[in-house]
């Protein structure tokens, strides 16, 4: 179907266009026009044996889509829209032992057995601990800043706090941070040459993190302790998770929890010093909503995909069984028939029924009041540390297929 107004080869999967931007404009045509519409790829590109996929781009069809996994399979191609072209199809198959690439009911009972680290009473155990880290993490990127200032706000503060959370919850010991860092970023960067990261060392960092988190596994059944780990691998009747599985768990945490956190954090800032009035409002008043306008403006996971199980309709649009749906929770998230002035960044927006952590269904993110309280923390941290922090220049964003990626915002102590 062809689709008006829309530049030559346009694809909001290709990284050197996410690189530059987040193709908003290009979104909302889509929307009026063509909102689910047929993206033509050179067969093999994205890893997949295939010709293109369906992009979704309004928020009802991303919902539906997400909230039907009977008819769109999150496991046949594996929710990840596009990797490297270099990308064998046996490397594609080992991803299906990650939870976001399950469908129910293998989906269903490994989710059972995660969600027990994921309680309300779990994330308020932790309520006190990520507080004071988030402000020694604030306070040390302003004991390092440079001597004219200035800070990476993402090396010096935005990773941290993700990295910590994840180790508290799961019992990682803190000095293992950096290396839980560095393979998740080597995972997710194969895409940006500045990194030098090939698909092989991406692969090789995966089972690096996953043989570390199995041998975590394999301690705590000798040895349980008064952790999430026992709780999810020791437990004695209530259903465990193997050690593989549990180290795929740890890996979808690494990206899930660590990048998108990280990287809604960083968005934040960036959108708080280029909105100076929403800062001041958020200093002075702290509203209860300015976490979730944060992930609805940032929203790190620009796509993922399902594939159609059998002949369907997604809005109107027929689909083939076995086409590939791209369900783009960035454009989503802009829909103006959701979301009144889409393109202002407000943190008093309420409601707000975004789509940052997944457009509902078994996927919806499972660490979203995790996620929601380490927002919260590190930037409450930041208006009583750093209050008067200004930004040096435009953020460095990762080349990527998939994610809203910044790698550097250089900002001032001081206004």
Same mark, same amino acid.
């Given at each position: 179907? *062809?689709?008006?107004? =829309?530049?030559?080869?346009?694809?909001?999967?290709? *990284?050197?266009?996410?690189?530059? @931007?987040?193709?908003?404009?290009?979104?909302?045509?889509?929307?009026?026009?063509?909102?689910?519409?047929?993206?033509?790829?050179?067969?093999?590109?994205?890893?997949?044996?295939?010709?293109?996929?369906?992009?979704?781009?309004?928020?009802?069809?991303?919902?539906?889509?997400?909230?039907?996994?009977?008819?769109?399979?999150? #496991?046949?191609? #594996?929710?990840?829209?596009?990797?490297?072209?270099?990308?064998?199809?046996?490397?594609?198959?080992?991803?299906? %032992?990650?939870?976001?690439?399950?469908?129910?009911?293998?989906?269903?009972?490994?989710?059972?057995?995660?969600?027990?680290?994921? #309680?309300?009473?779990?994330?308020?155990?932790?309520?006190? &601990?990520? +507080?004071?880290?988030?402000?020694?993490?604030?306070?040390?990127?302003? +004991?390092?800043?440079?001597?004219?200032?200035? =800070?990476?706000?993402?090396?010096?503060?935005?990773?941290?706090?993700?990295?910590?959370?994840?180790?508290?919850?799961?019992?990682?010991?803190?000095?293992?941070?950096?290396?839980?860092?560095?393979?998740?970023?080597?995972?997710?960067?194969?895409?940006?040459?500045?990194?030098?990261?090939?698909?092989?060392?991406?692969?090789?960092? &995966?089972?690096?993190?996953?043989?570390?988190?199995?041998?975590?596994?394999?301690?705590?059944?000798?040895?349980?302790?008064?952790?999430?780990?026992?709780? =999810?691998?020791?437990?004695?009747?209530?259903?465990? %998770?193997?050690?593989?599985?549990?180290?795929?768990?740890? %890996?979808?945490?690494?990206?899930?929890?660590?990048?998108?956190?990280?990287?809604?954090?960083?968005?934040?800032?960036? &959108?708080? =010093? #280029?909105?100076?009035?929403?800062?001041? %409002?958020?200093?002075?008043?702290?509203? &209860?909503?300015?976490?979730?306008?944060?992930?609805?403006?940032?929203?790190?996971?620009?796509?993922?995909?399902?594939?159609?199980?059998?002949?369907?309709?997604?809005?109107?649009?027929?689909? +083939?069984?076995?086409?590939?749906?791209?369900?783009?929770?960035?454009?989503?998230?802009?829909?103006?028939?959701?979301?009144?002035?889409?393109?202002?960044?407000?943190?008093?927006?309420?409601?707000?029924?975004?789509?940052?952590?997944?457009?509902?269904?078994?996927?919806?993110?499972?660490?979203?009041?995790?996620?929601?309280?380490?927002?919260?923390?590190?930037?409450?941290?930041?208006?009583?540390?750093?209050?008067?922090?200004?930004?040096?220049?435009?953020?460095?964003?990762?080349?990527?297929?998939?994610?809203?990626?910044?790698?550097?915002? @250089?900002? @001032?102590?001081?206004?």
């Amino acid at each position: 179907m *062809p689709c008006p107004h =829309l530049p030559e080869g346009f694809d909001a999967t290709d *990284p050197d266009l996410l690189q530059s @931007r987040i193709p908003l404009p290009e979104f909302a045509r889509l929307r009026q026009t063509a909102p689910v519409w047929w993206c033509p790829q050179p067969r093999g590109i994205t890893g997949f044996d295939d010709e293109g996929y369906w992009a979704v781009t309004r928020h009802a069809d991303v919902k539906y889509v997400s909230t039907h996994p009977e008819l769109f399979s999150s #496991t046949e191609n #594996t929710a990840i829209i596009r990797f490297n072209e270099h990308i064998t199809r046996d490397q594609i198959e080992v991803q299906k %032992l990650i939870m976001i690439n399950m469908d129910p009911p293998e989906h269903t009972r490994v989710r059972q057995i995660v969600q027990r680290g994921f #309680t309300p009473r779990a994330i308020r155990a932790l309520q006190t &601990a990520l +507080r004071e880290r988030a402000r020694a993490i604030v306070e040390e990127a302003k +004991r390092n800043a440079a001597a004219d200032g200035s =800070l990476d706000f993402v090396s010096q503060v935005a990773v941290e706090l993700p990295l910590q959370a994840i180790a508290e919850l799961i019992g990682v010991p803190q000095e293992d941070r950096a290396r839980i860092f560095d393979w998740s970023n080597k995972m997710i960067a194969y895409d940006d040459p500045e990194y030098a990261i090939t698909e092989e060392i991406g692969a090789e960092a &995966a089972m690096e993190l996953i043989g570390y988190s199995m041998n975590l596994a394999a301690e705590r059944k000798k040895c349980p302790a008064q952790d999430i780990v026992t709780q =999810l691998v020791a437990a004695e009747g209530q259903g465990n %998770l193997s050690s593989d599985e549990f180290g795929f768990f740890v %890996l979808l945490l690494a990206v899930a929890g660590n990048e998108t956190t990280r990287n809604a954090i960083s968005h934040g800032m960036h &959108a708080f =010093l #280029t909105h100076p009035e929403e800062w001041e %409002l958020f200093k002075r008043e702290r509203p &209860a909503t300015a976490a979730e306008e944060i992930v609805r403006w940032a929203t790190p996971v620009v796509s993922f995909q399902r594939t159609a199980t059998q002949d369907t309709e997604i809005g109107g649009q027929k689909v +083939r069984r076995g086409d590939r749906i791209g369900l783009f929770y960035s454009s989503a998230n802009n829909d103006p028939e959701v979301f009144e002035n889409p393109e202002v960044f407000d943190i008093t927006r309420d409601p707000n029924p975004h789509l940052g952590f997944g457009g509902g269904g078994p996927h919806f993110c499972l660490g979203k009041s995790l996620a929601i309280n380490e927002i919260e923390l590190i930037f409450n941290a930041l208006a009583d540390e750093l209050p008067d922090l200004g930004l040096v220049g435009e953020p460095r964003r990762l080349r990527a297929a998939w994610l809203n990626g910044i790698k550097e915002l @250089r900002v @001032r102590v001081g206004s």
